[in-house]
Nanobody, 118 residues
Framework: VQLVESGGGLVQPGGSLRLSCEAS????????IGWVRQVPGKGREGISY????????YYADSVKGRFIISRDNAKNTAALQMNSLRPEDTAVYYC????????????WGPGTQVTVSS
């Protein structure tokens, strides 16, 4: 089982980044995919989730209207389009997979750093 994030980096305030999450080793369509971020010294914040077939999404108030989550079960991938980035969006971003039946533990990627700074 593997989740791998990519697409992080340094961007100026107001800019955009697109994070990708590639999954392998499990049935992608049986899992809710989420994006969670963490600032050093603070707890993790779940910012966006998408249902196993992509028909339902959730956004935290902190990112609503700026971020868009998507998934492609045929390619076992998910993405987070981040627009209008702010310095407070600086964090390590993790991809997470949660089984819809709760029959496995959650899977996590190693994370990708996003830094928003001028």
């Amino acid at each position: 089982v593997q989740l791998v994030e990519s697409g992080g980096g340094l961007v100026q305030p107001g800019g955009s980044l697109r994070l990708s999450c590639e999954a392998s080793g499990f049935a992608h369509r049986d899992y809710v995919i989420g994006w969670v971020r963490q600032v050093p010294g603070k707890g993790r914040e779940g910012i966006s989730y998408i249902s196993n077939y992509g028909d339902k999404t959730y956004y935290a108030d902190s990112v609503k209207g700026r971020f868009i989550i998507s998934r492609d079960n045929a390619k076992n991938t998910a993405a987070l389009q981040m627009n209008s980035l702010r310095p407070e969006d600086t964090a390590v971003y993790y991809c997470k997979a949660h089984n819809i039946m709760g029959s496995t533990a959650d899977y996590w990627g190693p994370g990708t750093q996003v830094t928003v700074s001028s």
